[in-house]
């Protein structure tokens, strides 16, 4: 059973860079029927797609977070990271790291979810 | 980006009703629309993908179709377990994008 898990520190400073590890098991973040993606969700709010990985290594970002985000992979230890500069009371969400599945007849988006994370802005 | 609304905010029901949330999309995301279920403090759940595509375990009462750009979810039979917040979602084009939800309650 595919599972991910997201992990990071839960409480950053305003002006600092968030950094979140999407932690996959039971199946290979390297392969090519799936892509991963980044999605948060403010309290009370809607949810946000920050980023995607695609499994060729083409990345896409949100536009409104303009240049703060990166989005890398380490496939030795099948994980995805993301990296949110400048945070600001703003970034306060529940950040949450979701499968792609890419197949020949469509994508079928987030069909695996982790169970997310509560990250705090806060001096 | 394309914009998606969603109506009713709230909406207020009993068992067996049937339910339907609307989705418009500010432009063509042609079938590329799906649905989620979300409870409180967990990750959103796949209901429906490609407009009407039911997800690998979800329940058969969830249904979904579309005119042009309105998307609507269909509970034919609203359960005590369907007590919840749905999100329709446009995945055409990036940035995706999701609607403000709709929150089903007794």
């Known amino acids: 059973q595919l599972q991910l898990q997201e992990s990071g520190p839960g409480l950053v400073k305003p002006s600092e860079t968030l950094s979140l590890t999407c932690t996959v098991s039971g199946g290979s973040i390297r392969s090519s029927n799936y892509n991963w993606a980044w999605i948060r969700q403010p309290p009370g709010e809607t949810l946000e797609w920050l980023g995607s990985l695609h499994h060729d290594g083409s990345i896409f970002f949100n536009p409104s977070l303009k240049s703060r985000v990166t989005i890398s992979v380490d496939t030795s230890k099948n994980q995805f990271s993301l990296k949110l500069t400048s945070v600001t009371a703003a970034d306060l969400a529940v950040y949450y790291c979701?499968?792609?599945?890419?197949?020949?007849?469509?994508?079928?988006?987030?069909?695996?979810w982790g169970q997310g994370i509560l990250i705090t802005v806060s001096s | 980006d394309i914009q998606m609304t969603q109506s009713p905010f709230t909406l207020s029901a009993s068992v067996g009703d049937r339910v339907t949330i609307t989705c418009r999309a500010s432009q063509s995301v042609s079938s590329w629309l799906a649905w989620y279920q979300q409870k409180p403090g967990k990750a959103p759940k796949l209901l429906i993908h490609?407009?009407?595509s039911l997800e690998s375990g979800a329940p058969s009462r969830f249904s979904g179709s579309a005119s042009g750009t309105e998307f609507t979810l269909t509970i034919s039979s609203l359960q005590p377990d369907d007590f919840a917040t749905y999100y329709c979602?446009?995945?055409?084009?990036?940035?995706?994008?999701f609607g403000q939800g709709t929150k089903v309650e007794i």
């Open positions: 979701a499968r792609v599945v890419v197949a020949s007849s469509g994508w079928v988006p987030f069909d695996y």
């Open positions: 490609k407009t009407s």
């Open positions: 979602h446009q995945y055409k084009t990036y940035p995706w994008t």
